[in-house]
């Protein structure tokens, strides 16, 4: 099992940038696929960007996103972080960290195929 606590967001302004941090505890962290998502006012619950097991060979973003996120980890810290550049009001969402045991060589997206997930850090992109 693995807990997991988002860190990083907070106020920025259209064209600025932020980094998530999502912070593991528990064992094996680089077993786990990873993976953000993100929760707008009103909307459901979507996919951002995703990255495989140990050294992270595969990444996938959201159309959305692509180009202007960055999904990366380090298991010796035990974290997993995003990059977030050029933000958009549209951006404006609870951001979650979640992590995935089954299949994590393979890139999957989908909210249901992840098991473990943190509470969630809010971002706001004012225009």
Same mark, same amino acid.
């Given at each position: ?28 962290? *680089? ?11 009103? $909307? ?21 996103? $692509? *180009? ?19 933000? $958009? ?39």
């Amino acid at each position: 099992q693995v807990q997991l606590v988002e860190s990083g967001g907070g106020l920025v302004q259209a064209g600025g940038s932020l980094r998530l941090s999502c912070a593991a505890s528990g064992r094996n962290f *680089g077993r786990y696929a990873m993976g953000w998502f993100r929760q707008g006012p009103g $909307k459901e619950r979507e996919f951002v960007a995703t990255i495989t097991w140990w050294s992270g060979e595969s990444t996938a973003y959201a159309d959305s996103v $692509k *180009g202007r996120f960055t999904i990366s980890r380090d298991n010796v810290q035990n974290s997993l972080y995003l990059q977030m550049n050029s933000l $958009k009001p549209e951006d404006t969402a609870v951001y979650y960290c979640a992590a995935r045991r089954t299949d994590p060589s393979n890139i999957v997206v989908t909210t249901t195929a992840f098991d473990y997930w943190g509470q969630g850090t809010q971002v706001t992109v004012s225009s």
